[in-house]
């Protein structure tokens, strides 16, 4: 059987990178799985070393990019490799190329997961990208999503109409925030639309350990996990808590060119996927404003604390709600202290399993 897949993949972004291998990883049980080299270029260019276009922003992005030049090149080398080395791409097409058929013919055609289906993700326009939609694949093929998000991205009635068509012969519809769910039944009333787990969370601890070689050891001394995408202030107000509560050395994970706060004592600026999984794999306690911050953090049984970015909220919320920990998320300094940290809850764990064993259950069904 060939699959093809269409998802983020080509991106400079811990969650959007992994959750492409762990998507392709599990297709790859059920025969050759090729993803699609898809040539977007609003998504693609943070592999650029170096970004720029006309604009304040474009400026602003170059000479950040020249100040931390060393580890983005460090950094940029490693995520390359890492999707070179385990994504099974084709070679890279263009919109125009996978309409003309360039890709090749599939036995069934997976989109998802991460945020395909949100215009604002994927478009420098903010216009809806159909081949996220699988417009490409051969007619009558078998057509799925896992996974997709809409993220917090709310529909016009316009982007209703078009999501209605492109959905339409679709096999299976799936997303990974009950949001989501309510989003897409609203506009296909009588087809299913099923709520499912992202694909970093259908791979346990011990599988992402040996799938990428990774040996637990012992850190010399116990650390605090940062890591930030949002980098709100209530997170830096986080930092400051909770390095003083635990007393232990704060380690952030980021790109950026200064920490998030001056209690950081390691700013590691150059890690790829592999070296991202391995400080999560190690860390005692995880702070994150990030969706698959929160991810591997409950999956590798972390004791953590979820901070609010607002509206971007949504998929962190969805994820816990389903986990019944909720209270992991706080919205404000009042609600550090809630915070248990020193302690994982590993029924959490044994729920989790339960519900990855559902959505295994269903993608199995329909492929």
Same mark, same amino acid.
């Given at each position: 059987m060939k699959i093809a897949l269409i998802t983020i993949h080509n991106a400079n972004n811990y969650g959007a990178v992994l959750q492409a291998y762990a998507t392709k990883k599990i297709l790859s049980q059920y025969g050759e799985t090729s993803t699609i080299d898809y040539e977007n270029r609003f998504l693609n260019h943070h592999l650029d070393i170096l970004?720029?276009?006309?604009? /304040?922003?474009?400026i602003k992005k170059l000479v950040h990019d020249i100040l931390r030049f060393p580890y983005r090149l460090k950094a940029i080398g490693r995520f390359k490799n890492f999707i070179k080395s385990n994504m099974n791409l084709t070679q890279k097409l263009s919109a125009d190329g996978l309409m003309q058929g360039k890709a090749g013919k599939f036995d069934i055609y997976i989109?998802?997961? =991460?945020? &395909?289906?949100?215009? @604002? &993700? /994927?478009? @420098? =326009?903010k216009f809806i990208d159909p081949i996220f939609f699988l417009s490409f694949a051969n007619k009558g093929a078998k057509k799925l999503s896992y996974a997709s998000s809409t993220g917090h991205h709310?529909?016009? =009635?316009?982007?209703?109409? @078009?999501?209605?068509?492109?959905l339409e012969d679709f096999n299976l519809i799936t997303t990974r925030e009950s949001d989501g769910v309510k989003k897409l039944q609203e506009i296909l009333p009588n087809r299913d639309i099923h709520h499912v787990l992202d694909p970093t969370l259908l791979l346990s601890k011990e599988e992402w350990l040996e799938a990428l070689d990774i040996k637990l050891e012992e850190p010399k001394e116990k650390y605090i996990l /940062? $890591?930030?995408v949002p980098r709100t202030e209530l997170i830096r107000k986080a930092i400051d808590y $909770?390095? $003083?509560?635990l007393n232990m050395k704060v380690v952030a994970i980021d790109q950026m060119l200064f920490p998030l706060s001056k209690k950081i004592d390691t700013h590691i600026k150059d890690a790829g996927p592999k070296e991202f999984i391995e400080l999560y794999a190690n860390a005692s306690f995880v702070i994150t404003d990030s969706f698959h911050g929160t991810c591997f953090a409950v999956n590798f049984g972390k004791p953590f604390v979820s901070i609010s970015a607002g509206k971007r909220a949504n998929r962190i919320i969805s994820l816990l709600s389903i986990l019944n920990i909720n209270e992991r998320l706080v919205n404000s300094e009042e @609600?550090?202290?809630?915070i248990k940290t020193d302690t994982f809850n590993m029924n959490i764990l044994k729920k989790l399993v339960s519900i990855r064993q559902e959505s295994l259950i269903l993608l199995d069904e329909f492929i």
């Open positions: 970004r720029f276009d006309m604009s /304040v922003h474009g989109c998802g997961s =991460d945020q &395909i289906w949100n215009p @604002e &993700i /994927v478009s @420098e =326009d709310n529909y016009t =009635d316009k982007e209703k109409k @078009e999501l209605a068509k492109l /940062v $890591y930030s $909770y390095a $003083y509560k @609600e550090f202290a809630i």
